[in-house]
């Protein structure tokens, strides 16, 4: 199975027949696991600037085994590494400086399919087709908090009140007559839900609710370091589909934005961000070290990416067996399996539920 690559570090994607290295500035105890094999040999070009004779590192990555690459350094690129990774049918997502998400290169689409198309936009167009999808995505999405929240309680944690809170709004949900409704709802459940972080957390670490940009404390910083993650996952997910990823139902379409993607990473959030994050902050794997803070707000540094990538790559392999399936799928196989059962809705093959987690 193909898998993501992360590059943390400045540097540069180059090209060289078949092979494509990352160039950058060469470190005492370099890690490459997060930045592909490196060949062990130096780079000894002159950088731009004369005055620096700093020893560059050549890092080759294993493009047979790479599905998508997640860029968090200024990483610049060869317009034949642009050709080679589009002809391979690689996606190459970038993001800011906060971890957020700012754009993809992706290859040109290779599943097309006018029909669905077509059935697609039916779905958005005509209100009720568009309100099921929309109000299942809320359900999904609030029944996995809902999980993650029973888990904690079984343990010990005061919930009850939130757990049955959230329960009574997303009733409130199945009554609703327009998609701004249901936004409206999800947002109260969700502040409802983050309003039990301090608990579940034991006040390790500082929260007065969501704050976004810039984020404001450390978990902030992770909830929106994950979300965007979780965001390219998920365009990945629906790129190898034959679904339109500007086409949405919960969030409305816009420009220069892929829309579906925000509506299916709903449902995934409290799965793959916010339990990775409450085993970060719980079982001491961050701390305060790991951030940068400033007046414009906190981030992850380095280190804390690195931390916090690791974990979100080994989630993303970890499997489950499969209830319906009989057989053992990955944590982002879910992603793509969810996207088909949207497909099987447009073309009335079968209709469309969410996925809810029950471990």
Known sequence: ???????????????????????????????????MEVDGEEIK???????????????ILPIEQIGSIFLYGRVSMTSGVISYLAKRNIPVHFFGYYGNYECSLMPKDFLLSGKLHIEQARHYL???KR??????????????????????SNEGVDLNREISLIRSTLQSCYNCSRVSELLAIEGNIRSTYYSTFPKILKHRMEWEGRIRQPPSNPLNAMLSFGNSLL?????????HTQLDQTISF???????RFSLALDISEIFKPF?????IFKLVNKGMISDSHFVKGLEGCLLNRKGKEVFLNEFHNKLKTTIKHRSLGRKISYERLIYLECLKLIKHFIQMKEYKPFVIWW
Not at 45 to 59: I, L, V
Not at 250 to 256: M, Q
Not at 272 to 276: A, E, K, M, S
């Open 126 to 128: 005509e209100e009720d």
């Open 272 to 276: 793959l961000v916010d339990r990775i």
């Open 131 to 152: 309100l099921y999808i929309a109000r299942r995505i809320v359900e999904g999405s609030a029944l996995n908090m809902i999980r993650n929240l029973e888990n904690y």
């Open 1 to 35: 199975m193909k898998q993501n690559y992360y590059i943390i570090r400045h540097g540069k994607l180059v090209r060289k027949g078949n092979t494509v290295y990352f160039l950058c500035r060469k470190e005492e105890n370099d890690k490459p696991e997060l930045i």
């Open 45 to 59: 070009d002159q950088p731009e600037d004369a005055s620096d004779h700093t020893a560059y590192a050549r890092y």
């Open 250 to 256: 919960l969030h409305e379409p816009s420009e220069r």
């Open 231 to 239: 965001y390219a996952i998920t365009i990945n997910q629906i790129y």
